[in-house]
């Protein structure tokens, strides 16, 4: 069964860093494009980063500067969250989705997501 598992979450204080990882299973990442979403509540989901093919990434506007995503081996995703602030609390997901021309096993899948809460 393929999936996706979220790890890493929790509670700190604004200025801290949390790392996130992203765990595949039955499946290696390949070029699929690789990201990382976010959603607090009452809000809409909002792209926080992105992973394309061999090594182009992309970031959300309120996030770059602090947060970095990286392919630690063929299976795990991580996003290194440096100077957190209250506004980066939210629930954060990682997703895979096929993206022409590049090779990905699947058409898309969402892990179940990993709570960040960040306190003043």
């Known amino acids: 069964q393929m999936q996706l598992v979220e790890s890493g979450g929790g509670s700190v204080q604004a200025g801290g860093s949390l790392k996130l990882s992203c765990a595949a299973s039955?499946?290696?990442?390949?070029?699929?494009?690789r990201d990382w979403y976010r959603q607090a509540p009452g809000k809409e989901r909002e792209l926080v980063a992105r992973?394309?093919?061999?090594?182009?990434t992309i970031y959300g506007d309120s996030v770059k500067g602090r947060f970095t995503i990286s392919q630690d081996n063929a299976y795990t995703l991580s996003l290194l969250m440096n100077s957190l602030q209250t506004e980066d609390t939210a629930l954060y997901f990682c997703?895979?989705?096929?993206?022409?021309?590049?090779?990905?096993?699947?058409?898309?899948?969402w892990g179940q997501g990993t709570q960040v809460t960040v306190s003043s």
């Open positions: 039955g499946f290696a990442f390949g070029f699929c494009r």
């Open positions: 997703a895979v989705h096929r993206m022409s021309p590049y090779y990905c096993p699947i058409d898309q899948l």
């Open positions: 992973f394309i093919g061999g090594g182009t």
